[in-house]
């Protein structure tokens, strides 16, 4: 039987970060810890004013702003091992995906040390208890790790990308203020956006998909379809940022029951080994994999999946897909991209697990992704 419950609280209003002294005492929490990038709410005074404003609610705030792009499993343990050392008893975490997943994991991670770090990240330690309030207040419009129960990380060992997968990951706050995303550079909006267009398009067509989540996933394409563009020309659009930052949510609520399917595991290697943005990884075949899953899909419903993203039939509707990253300027060639041709094997071979695709309506073999890789190339 097919059912949805999500926990947490969301929040959406421009400027609504300025709020967010008011919605933390009733955590009944004193000493937030704000987890975020080197730079970017720095230089702008978002940081700056948050402290101000949770000093006068006789809070005592601390900032960790270490965090980096694609974040190590190495990472989240310096972030824990800062917060040994501090009196932290909540986290809000205020970036993108990398600051929001950091800031989700020690707070899970925290609170259970039965296993080492590294063993938990892997799944292999046992939680018991559950995470320090964390807040979620997301300054891009993508991953929507506001509202998923992922943590994506690298294992610096093997360089590998793997997901963190735990119910208590999910924030019990997530705070959307579209007027934190205007900053974005446009290829940052473009990659972000294209993430969470593949959020919604793989867990509509994942074979874990309910009513439930096929709501979500429908109303996010939609609204990327009618909206990225804009975000990307026109960054201080409110409308446009508005709609992205709600369709971003829509999406990380669909992927939290069915998580992602062939796009994305697609997208891994072409980011770990080519350094390809995750957004931009994945926008590479969503048009392709929704073309090869057409047939594995009822009519109905790859029709009502065509619709939300403007097309008539499946392959007119990726199509548009592929206009919408030609107008958000993203390459849609390997080639563009600076790989070379002989690395297609090794992005299969070495790169590809087919274990990530088992969510997928179709399945993918090595050979079924070189041609993909082929067409792209
Ligand atoms: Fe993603």
Redesign the pocket.
């Known amino acids: 039987m097919k059912s949805y419950s999500h926990p947490g609280e969301r929040f959406v209003e421009w400027g609504g970060l300025r709020s967010l002294s008011s919605i933390l005492p009733k955590l009944h929490v004193n000493c937030p810890l704000i987890v975020t990038g080197k730079h970017a709410m720095k230089e702008n005074g978002v940081l700056e004013t948050l402290l101000e404003e949770l000093s006068e609610k006789k809070m005592k705030p601390s900032v960790y702003n270490k965090i980096q792009p694609n974040p190590t499993d190495e990472d989240i343990q310096e972030l824990i091992s800062f917060m040994d050392n501090s009196s932290t008893d909540s986290i809000i975490g205020l970036g993108g995906?990398s600051a929001l997943d950091c800031s989700k994991a020690a707070a899970l991670l925290f609170n259970n040390r039965a296993s080492p770090i590294q063993s938990h990240l892997r799944g292999e330690g046992e939680i018991t208890h559950s995470a320090l309030p964390c807040v979620a207040v997301p300054t891009t419009s993508?991953?929507?790790s506001e509202v998923t129960p992922y943590v994506?990380f690298t294992e610096k060992t093997s360089n590998q990308k793997f997901t963190f997968d735990h119910p208590f990951l999910i924030p019990c706050i997530a705070l959307l203020d579209p007027e934190l995303t205007v900053t974005m550079p446009p290829y940052v909006t473009a990659c972000t956006g294209f993430?969470a267009l593949?959020?919604a398009m793989e867990a509509y067509w994942s074979i874990n998909h309910s009513p439930f989540s096929d709501t979500h996933a429908l109303r996010a394409a939609r609204l990327i379809m009618l909206n990225l563009a804009g975000a990307v020309k026109e960054p201080t659009d409110y409308q446009c940022r508005l709609n992205m930052s709600i369709a971003s949510c829509e999406a990380g609520l669909a992927?939290a029951r069915t998580r992602?399917t062939a796009a994305?595991a697609a997208?891994y290697p072409i980011t770990t080994q080519f350094s390809v943005p995750?957004?931009h990884a994945?926008a590479l075949t969503l048009a392709e994999f929704f073309e090869f899953n057409e047939n594995s899909m009822d009519e109905s419903r790859s029709n009502e999946l065509a619709d939300a993203l403007g097309g008539s039939t499946v392959s007119d509707a990726s199509n548009r897909v592929r206009i919408l990253m030609d107008e958000c300027v993203l390459q849609r060639r390997l080639q563009k991209l600076d790989i070379p041709s002989d690395a297609i094997e090794t992005l299969v071979s070495s790169g590809f697990r087919p274990d990530r695709v088992k969510n997928n309506p179709r399945k993918v073999t090595e050979q079924d992704l070189k041609e993909i890789f082929l067409k792209i190339y």
């Open positions: 995906g993508g991953t929507g994506s993430d593949g959020h992927i992602t994305h997208s995750h957004g994945v």
